[in-house]
């Protein structure tokens, strides 16, 4: 399985919903990361996770709150959000050491917050 | 963070014919990867070179690396409709981040 798979594929949410986006991969991976990709835009990184450890937080609002429950899935959390954070949403993984490999990058969730 | 900048910002060809887009980058790299996404989907990894390589070759993709220049170069030889799409360089770095340049809108018109 040569796959990382996002769900869902649309979500649209109200500010006061809580919901969650999910992510899976089965490539023994041990590195996953969220990006947030606004249009016409290239996509920034969120987090890092590093063998289910938050690794990296590129100082993303408390909204977003992710979560690695073991090593083939992520997910993130979003509570309160406002309508600038609708964008698409990509979850990627990839070896953490190697460094002579590319990452694997779902499909991503489109958000849309109203 | 976005890592550097992409050149041209968009680019029509014909079928058939070369595309060539350039990326700049700011810090020190481990590697240099080049992505496609088409459409507001998921990116597709097309090749990675590593900082202490000047060129590599994958199929009809040619990818070249400066490291004096923080410059890389992708080249899709003999263009085709399927190719239009957006692609974007990345760098990573020894903190383990991937940082992308802000992409090449490419179309092939047939």
Redesign the interface.
């Known amino acids: 399985d040569t796959e ?1 798979t ?1 769900t869902p594929k649309h979500l649209v949410m109200g500010m006061t919903n809580k919901k969650s986006l999910k992510c899976e991969q089965h490539m023994g991976h041990r ?1 996953m ?1 969220w990006y947030k ?1 606004k ?1 016409k ?5 969120m987090f ?1 996770y ?1 063998y289910e450890k938050l ?2 937080n ?1 100082s993303v609002p408390s909204r977003f709150s992710p979560e690695c429950p073991n090593s083939s899935l992520l997910n993130l959390h979003l509570h309160a959000l406002q309508p600038e954070d609708s964008a ?1 949403y ?1 979850c ?1 993984s ?1 070896h ?1 050491e190697r ?10 969730t ?1 958000l849309t917050v109203v | 963070s976005q890592q550097g900048e992409e050149d041209p910002q968009a680019l029509s060809i014909q079928e058939g014919e070369n595309a060539t887009m350039n990326c700049s980058y700011k810090t020190s790299i481990n590697n240099l990867q080049w992505y496609r996404q088409n459409s507001g989907r998921g990116l597709v990894h097309l090749i990675l070179i590593r900082s202490n390589e000047r060129e590599k070759h994958s199929g009809r993709l040619r990818v070249t690396l400066d490291t004096s220049k923080k410059s890389s170069s992708l080249l899709i030889t003999a263009s085709r409709a399927a190719d239009t799409a957006s692609y974007f360089c990345a760098t990573r770095s020894n903190d383990y981040k991937l940082s992308f340049g802000a992409g090449t809108t490419v179309t092939v018109r047939a």
């Open positions: 990382v996002q590195a990361y990709q249009a835009k290239p996509p920034e990184l890092v590093s690794s990296i590129e698409l990509l990627a990839s953490y460094d002579n490999y590319g990452y694997t990058f779902g499909s991503g489109r």
